[in-house]
C-alpha cells in the first residue's frame, strides 16, 4: 500500500469536484505557487500545520491546516469562486486517504489593487480549513 | 526513562468473550490511583498517625467519536444496559502496561463550531466480585 501523501490528496479532493474545475481547470490549482503571468483564476494550497492528534492503536488521526488561496483578477471574480471551493473541501477518501472532517474556518479578502504603473495586482481569498485524516 | 504517548495505545475488550483489539481515535488519556488515609490521631498528641486507606482508580479518556467505530458504539451501549465492568489495557510505547477491570461511569459526547466531535468518558476500576485480583496491575517489562 502506498505512503500517505497529504498533498497530492489535497488536490484530488480539490479536482474531484466539478463545480470547483469549471470555474478553475485542473490545471491552474497547484501546490505552493503559480507563475506569475499565469492565467487566472488560479488556486494555490498549502500545508500550515500538521499535527498528530491521537495517541497510537488503530489509524493514527492527524490533523492538516491548510491555506488555500483563490487568485482572480477581481475581488468579485475570486469571491464568486468562494462556494464551489466550500462544496469542494467535504469529507471523503481521496488517493489512499480518508478525510474524517474537512472544516471552513474562514476566509479572508484582498481585493485587487493597482500599482505604480499600470502594474495591477489580482485579487486574492485566502480560506482556512483543517483536515481531519486517518494515516 | 520517559515514554512516547504518541506510540503508546489503548486496547479494550468486553468483561466476556474477545480478545484485547486496539481501540482507534483516542486524543488522550490519564489515570488516577489514589489511597485515602485514615486519620487515627489521639488527642492529646502533637502528631498526625494515619492508617492506609482503600485505594482507588479512575481513568479519564478524550476520544474522536466516531459512530462508525463499533468500540465507540459498544461503549455507549455498556452505559445504555448497565454492563458489567469491561477490560482495559494501556500499553505504553515501551512495552509496560496498566491493565484493569473498569466501568464505564459517563460518556459524554460533544460537538462544536470549528471543531470535530468529540466524547468524554470517565471510568471507575474495581474488582470483580468475589475475585482477589486487585483491580488493576502494572506490568513492567523492561
Given at each position: 500500500?502506498?505512503?500517505?501523501?497529504?498533498?497530492?490528496?489535497?488536490?484530488?479532493?480539490?479536482?474531484?469536484?466539478?463545480?470547483?474545475?469549471?470555474?478553475?481547470?485542473?490545471?491552474?490549482?497547484?501546490?505552493?505557487?503559480?507563475?506569475?503571468?499565469?492565467?487566472?483564476?488560479?488556486?494555490?494550497?498549502?500545508?500550515?500545520?500538521?499535527?498528530?492528534?491521537?495517541?497510537?492503536?488503530?489509524?493514527?488521526?492527524?490533523?492538516?491546516?491548510?491555506?488555500?488561496?483563490?487568485?482572480?483578477e477581481t475581488t468579485k471574480a475570486a469571491l464568486d469562486i468562494v462556494p464551489a471551493l466550500k462544496v469542494a473541501c467535504g469529507a471523503g477518501t481521496y488517493g489512499v486517504t480518508d478525510f474524517d472532517a474537512v472544516i471552513w474556518r474562514q476566509h479572508v479578502t484582498s481585493p485587487a489593487s493597482v500599482g505604480e504603473g499600470d502594474e495591477q495586482q489580482p485579487a486574492e481569498v485566502t480560506a482556512t480549513i483543517d483536515i481531519y485524516y486517518r494515516e | 526513562m520517559a515514554f512516547n504517548s504518541s506510540l503508546s495505545k489503548l486496547q479494550w475488550k468486553a468483561l466476556t468473550g474477545g480478545t484485547y483489539a486496539d481501540v482507534a481515535a483516542i486524543g488522550s488519556i490519564s489515570f488516577s490511583m489514589s489511597r485515602p488515609t485514615l486519620d487515627i490521631t489521639p488527642i492529646n498528641t502533637a502528631t498526625s498517625q494515619f492508617l492506609a486507606g482503600i485505594s482507588n482508580a479512575t481513568a479519564s479518556?478524550?476520544?474522536?467519536?466516531?459512530?462508525?467505530?463499533?468500540?465507540?458504539?459498544?461503549?455507549?451501549?455498556?452505559?445504555?444496559?448497565?454492563?458489567?465492568?469491561?477490560?482495559?489495557?494501556?500499553?505504553?510505547?515501551?512495552?509496560?502496561?496498566?491493565?484493569?477491570?473498569?466501568?464505564?461511569?459517563?460518556m459524554e459526547i460533544s460537538a462544536a463550531a470549528n471543531s470535530v466531535g468529540r466524547a468524554t468518558l470517565q471510568l471507575q476500576f474495581t474488582k470483580a466480585p468475589g475475585s482477589t485480583a486487585a483491580a488493576w496491575t502494572v506490568t513492567n517489562s523492561g
Amino acid at each position: 500500500m502506498p505512503g500517505v501523501n497529504i498533498e497530492q490528496d489535497i488536490r484530488t479532493m480539490l479536482v474531484a469536484y466539478g463545480g470547483l474545475t469549471s470555474a478553475i481547470p485542473a490545471a491552474r490549482i497547484s501546490h505552493g505557487y503559480r507563475l506569475q503571468d499565469g492565467a487566472l483564476p488560479a488556486l494555490t494550497y498549502e500545508i500550515s500545520s500538521l499535527s498528530q492528534e491521537s495517541i497510537g492503536g488503530g489509524a493514527t488521526v492527524r490533523l492538516a491546516t491548510v491555506e488555500l488561496n483563490i487568485v482572480a483578477e477581481t475581488t468579485k471574480a475570486a469571491l464568486d469562486i468562494v462556494p464551489a471551493l466550500k462544496v469542494a473541501c467535504g469529507a471523503g477518501t481521496y488517493g489512499v486517504t480518508d478525510f474524517d472532517a474537512v472544516i471552513w474556518r474562514q476566509h479572508v479578502t484582498s481585493p485587487a489593487s493597482v500599482g505604480e504603473g499600470d502594474e495591477q495586482q489580482p485579487a486574492e481569498v485566502t480560506a482556512t480549513i483543517d483536515i481531519y485524516y486517518r494515516e | 526513562m520517559a515514554f512516547n504517548s504518541s506510540l503508546s495505545k489503548l486496547q479494550w475488550k468486553a468483561l466476556t468473550g474477545g480478545t484485547y483489539a486496539d481501540v482507534a481515535a483516542i486524543g488522550s488519556i490519564s489515570f488516577s490511583m489514589s489511597r485515602p488515609t485514615l486519620d487515627i490521631t489521639p488527642i492529646n498528641t502533637a502528631t498526625s498517625q494515619f492508617l492506609a486507606g482503600i485505594s482507588n482508580a479512575t481513568a479519564s479518556l478524550d476520544i474522536f467519536y466516531d459512530n462508525d467505530d463499533a468500540t465507540h458504539r459498544a461503549w455507549l451501549d455498556h452505559i445504555n444496559a448497565a454492563n458489567d465492568a469491561s477490560f482495559w489495557l494501556f500499553v505504553l510505547e515501551t512495552g509496560e502496561s496498566i491493565e484493569g477491570q473498569a466501568f464505564i461511569t459517563s460518556m459524554e459526547i460533544s460537538a462544536a463550531a470549528n471543531s470535530v466531535g468529540r466524547a468524554t468518558l470517565q471510568l471507575q476500576f474495581t474488582k470483580a466480585p468475589g475475585s482477589t485480583a486487585a483491580a488493576w496491575t502494572v506490568t513492567n517489562s523492561g
